[in-house]
């Protein structure tokens, strides 16, 4: 009695229902409840050549993990605390034997016209509970701030994990030729788990790609590299597997161009102009230059308030700590210019009042040598060179001449240039400086305003030419 039915219902079945249709999990919270959910014996501490194996003689075999970072932008660039952010697409995968399923070729549920070989996408959620490499990032200056993250499982038990993700990494930065460096920052990927049981490579040898260009406004993105870890940069002395990426950052230097490296070299021509102007204008020169010192400290402070605190050769600080010596300089040469004017009417007031000391002493010598000496004697005989003395009237009958004429003598030799200086140590010194042999004074003022007109620009003009020749080539 029962076997009619039974047989009947077998017909309705064949009947009504299509000979092509699918059986097993038809949405992704079935598939996942069979592959490991309660009861599937699933296990996700365990990796996944080690829970398949039939053969426990030996060990079992690694697993292979393949990587792959693909770089949306780099978000920003921080020189002073020496850390770099980027936006990128990471991806990771692996193969689990224990989460193969039937794809629709093979009568599964799962697949449609747009999803022809059967993978079934899933969330965050869901890759908790099942088996992963257990890499992780090091020498992150931030917490990883997830964006998205999902996973797809392909019948053959292929998993693709991709997550989109916000990086904040440590960078050592070399600010030698800053705004002219290239930077290269790491980024490391390395085995935190099962470290000695991983294969980790790069997917289809391409270790990562440019969604866009990438960069900042101040930082363009060259090109990002990749290769191995060694055992020593991943710190472990055996087993273990890395990846390191190498994100090359070129500098923009235009914006230093324009608002700093420009003005610096105006300000330091403006400073030489200051040169033409007349040395009685002292307000108008001082202020010019001075200005030019106060601008160019604006601008180091400026650069340094980006840079980290470090004893280390910056191109650009090199550069503008060299313009504003060169603008110290024209300060320094007003006041020489100064001094050395001080300096050499001091001189000559000494000088004159030297000359009229020892005229004075040469007019009271000749009169003692009228007073005492006989008529006719040497002594009274004409000399060349007239000296203005007035011969009294009691002594006029001694010498041949009217009382308060002329009287020829032989006039004393001339001094040497620092003899006015006796008992003046700063007077002779600045004497010899100044001075030359023949008593002259041996350089003005004026004459280093010529020389400085001529030397300051070609020394300045030759200060950036060996500075730019320190400039790596870049690309």
């Known amino acids: 009695r029962l076997c009619v039915p039974l047989q009947c219902a077998v017909l309705l079945l064949w009947f009504f229902v299509p000979s092509n249709a699918c059986v097993g999990p038809r949405t992704a919270s079935e598939l996942a409840n069979v592959l490991w959910g309660p009861g599937s014996g699933y296990g996700a501490s ?3 050549t080690l829970a398949t194996r039939t053969n426990f003689t030996g060990l079992a075999p690694k697993e292979d993990v393949w990587v792959q970072v693909e770089v949306f932008r780099v978000r920003t660039v921080n020189m002073q605390l020496q850390v770099f952010e980027v936006e990128l697409f990471f991806r990771t995968m692996w193969t689990d034997t224990r989460l193969r399923f039937n794809s629709t070729d093979e009568g ?11 993978e079934v996408a899933f969330g965050a959620d869901e890759l908790k509970k099942i088996w992963t490499p257990g890499i992780g990032m090091p020498y992150l200056d931030s917490n990883e701030i997830v964006l998205a993250d999902v996973f797809w499982i392909y019948p053959s038990g292929f998993v693709w994990n991709t997550k989109r993700s916000i990086l904040r990494l440590t960078c050592g930065m070399n600010m ?3 705004p002219y460096d290239l930077q290269k920052c790491p980024l490391r990927l390395q085995t935190l788990r099962d ?3 991983l294969n980790m490579m790069f997917w289809k040898d391409t270790p990562s790609k440019l969604s866009i260009s990438g960069g900042t406004l101040e930082w363009e993105l060259k090109q990002v590299s990749g290769r191995d870890m060694t055992m020593e940069e991943m710190g472990l002395l055996y087993g273990g597997a890395g990846l390191i990426w190498f994100f090359e950052l070129l500098h923009r230097p ?6 700093i490296i420009s003005p610096c070299m105006l300000t330091v021509m403006i400073a030489w102009c200051s040169f033409f102007i007349a040395r009685d204008a002292a307000p108008a020169r001082v202020s010019m230059v001075v200005i030019c010192f106060l601008s160019i400290s604006a601008m180091i402070n400026a650069v340094l308030t980006s840079l980290p605190i470090f004893d280390g050769n910056v191109w650009l600080l090199s550069l503008l700590l060299g313009s504003q010596q ?9 006041g020489a210019c100064n001094l050395l004017d001080k300096v050499s009417a001091y001189i000559e007031s000494k000088r ?3 000359s009229e000391q020892r005229q004075q002493q040469q007019q009271k010598t000749m009169l003692r040598a009228v007073a005492t000496a006989p008529a006719g004697s040497p002594e009274m005989r004409p000399r060349s060179v007239a000296v203005a003395v007035r011969v009294p009237e009691g002594h006029a009958s001694k010498i041949g001449q009217e009382p308060n004429s002329p009287v020829k003598a032989w006039p004393s030799p001339s001094p040497p240039a620092t003899e006015a200086f006796k008992g003046d140590v700063f007077g002779a010194a600045c004497a010899r400086i100044v001075l030359n042999s023949s008593g002259q004074v041996r350089i003005k003022s004026y004459h280093l305003d010529v020389f400085f007109r001529i030397t300051f620009p070609v020394a300045y003009v030759l200060f950036l030419v060996m500075l730019y020749a320190q400039l790596p080539k870049r690309g």
């Open 46 to 48: 365990t990796r996944p």
């Open 108 to 118: 599964g549920c799962l697949g449609n016209e747009d999803v022809p070989s059967g």
């Open 176 to 178: 030698e030729n800053l």
């Open 195 to 197: 470290t000695s049981n």
């Open 254 to 259: 235009a914006y230093y161009e324009r608002y």
């Open 326 to 334: 060169f603008v110290f300089v024209s300060v320094f040469q007003y």
């Open 352 to 354: 004159a009042k030297s």
